[in-house]
């Protein structure tokens, strides 16, 4: 499941429809943590960053859940809308220069690569290879600079004939060759694929990042620069208010037999709030116009709070009857205290004398005992060595 506004609201992600060509029920899932620890083949979870944006790279599979088999890799361009599958099984894959650069190097059983690399300069919907060393090579990582502002990628192993560490560092400046001018770059906007239109909590967002068919590169000039405008609302700018809940339409309906206190919505000093139509906007939302007046009434009630208007008291003159029954009550109040108060001091003090005797008697039988304790590394000692103190440092000894 993803979600596109903070978890507001979730659904499940959309398949390439290659791969769900005649399927009633076709997802498409993610692997990333628990599939590891769960033994699955994946070196890598989902990867993005704020300077790539709208770039997604991720293993998956298509089905009706997570499976061992069938992964691949997929690319998103447009924010988790739509996915590509790239690559068929495991890979190691990084984005690079501000997301135009893709890279993958396959990811076999054991460590072992193919001395490859794949790169993609369009969003991973072209892929190129060159081989990066010519010796049988043990694949160990695949490092980018943090901010993503370099075209420079180290791919680090050693080869299996003299042991030796290598650090490849592959520079993809050369291919590229100019750097990013400002007719380069094309208007991206955000959830432009979505319900919303590219309005996410009022607003809408563009930014500027290199076009698709253009060979340049960006560097560490580039920095992603963002316009936001705002949006008239929508429905999707209200939620449901406070005693209210989404029903199956997707409507907001109040809960059965719940009382609003007014007090919710009046803060102290307001004399008048507007009476609910059970939506309230989204926290942060900026959105002006559009349709408030079909989710926010305009109508206005007055708060409780107000002093309850006087009665009339009747007075009351004291007799001697009174005050005999007062005496009684008086009475009767000390006698119940005195029974419930005595016996609770009588148990404490019986547990502060126990604790003290159990105190002052340890103190007068107890010795320094010295103990020991070996702490075993894993997969170094067998229990019989631990018994009886046998290893290698003794030995050395």
């Known amino acids: 499941m993803i979600s596109f506004d903070r978890g507001g609201r979730w659904q499940a992600l959309n398949p390439p429809a290659s791969e769900c060509a005649g399927a009633k029920e076709c997802q498409l899932h993610l692997h990333h943590y628990f599939s590891k620890q769960r033994g699955v083949n994946v070196t890598h979870g989902v990867?993005?960053?704020?300077?790539a944006p709208g770039l997604i790279m991720a293993h998956g599979n298509v089905g009706l859940g997570l499976k061992y088999d069938s992964i691949g890799v997929y690319v998103s361009q447009d924010g988790g809308y739509n996915w590509k599958r790239v690559f068929d099984g495991a890979y190691h894959y990084a984005i690079a220069d501000s997301g135009g650069l893709l890279l993958a190097v396959p990811?076999?059983?054991?460590?072992?690569?193919q001395s490859k690399i794949y790169y993609s300069f369009d969003w991973g919907s072209c892929w190129h290879w060159t081989t990066f060393i010519s010796e049988r090579f043990h694949f160990t990582g695949l490092l980018i600079e943090p901010t993503l502002a370099s075209t420079d990628a180290a791919v680090w192993g050693y080869t299996t004939d003299d042991s030796m560490w290598h650090v490849n560092?592959?520079?993809?400046?050369?291919?590229?060759?100019r750097p990013c001018?400002?007719?380069?770059?094309?208007?991206f906007v955000p959830h432009l694929a979505g319900n919303t239109r590219g309005c996410l909590f009022g607003y809408k967002e563009t930014i500027f990042r290199r076009s698709r068919d253009k060979l340049c590169y960006g560097?560490?000039?580039?920095?992603?620069?963002?316009?936001?405008?705002?949006c008239r609302c929508t429905q999707f700018d209200f939620e449901c208010d406070y005693g209210y809940h989404n029903n199956y339409l997707g409507h907001c309906v109040k809960e059965p037999n719940f009382l609003v206190p007014k007090s919710m919505y009046c803060p102290p000093g307001q004399k008048t709030y507007h009476r609910t139509l059970g939506y309230r906007f989204v926290p942060g939302d900026m959105c002006k116009g559009g349709v408030v007046d079909q989710f926010i009434s305009q109508q206005t009630e007055a708060c409780s709070g107000t002093s309850a208007p006087k009665s009339k008291v009747k007075q009351h003159f004291p007799t001697n009857h009174d005050s005999n029954q007062v005496e009684r009550k008086?009475?009767?109040?000390?006698?119940?205290?005195a029974a419930v108060l005595i016996p609770l001091a009588l148990i404490v003090l019986?547990?502060?004398?126990?604790?003290?005797?159990?105190k002052c008697?340890?103190?007068e039988s107890s010795k320094f005992d010295y103990k020991y304790s070996m702490l075993a590394q894993e997969h170094e000692y067998s229990r019989k060595d631990l018994l009886t103190g046998d290893d290698d440092d003794d030995d050395d000894d």
């Not at 990811?107 to 690569?113: H, R, V």
Request: zero cysteines; aromatic letters at 12%; a positive charge.
């Open 330 to 337: 008086k009475k009767g109040g000390v006698n119940v205290a």
């Open 219 to 230: 560097g560490k000039e580039y920095q992603p620069h963002a316009t936001n405008t705002t």
């Open 361 to 363: 008697y340890r103190r």
């Open 47 to 51: 990867i993005s960053h704020a300077n």
């Open 181 to 187: 001018t400002s007719s380069d770059y094309d208007e």
């Open 350 to 358: 019986v547990v502060v004398a126990i604790v003290y005797y159990k």
């Open 107 to 113: 990811a076999l059983g054991g460590g072992w690569a």
């Open 169 to 177: 560092t592959l520079d993809f400046k050369s291919i590229l060759r």
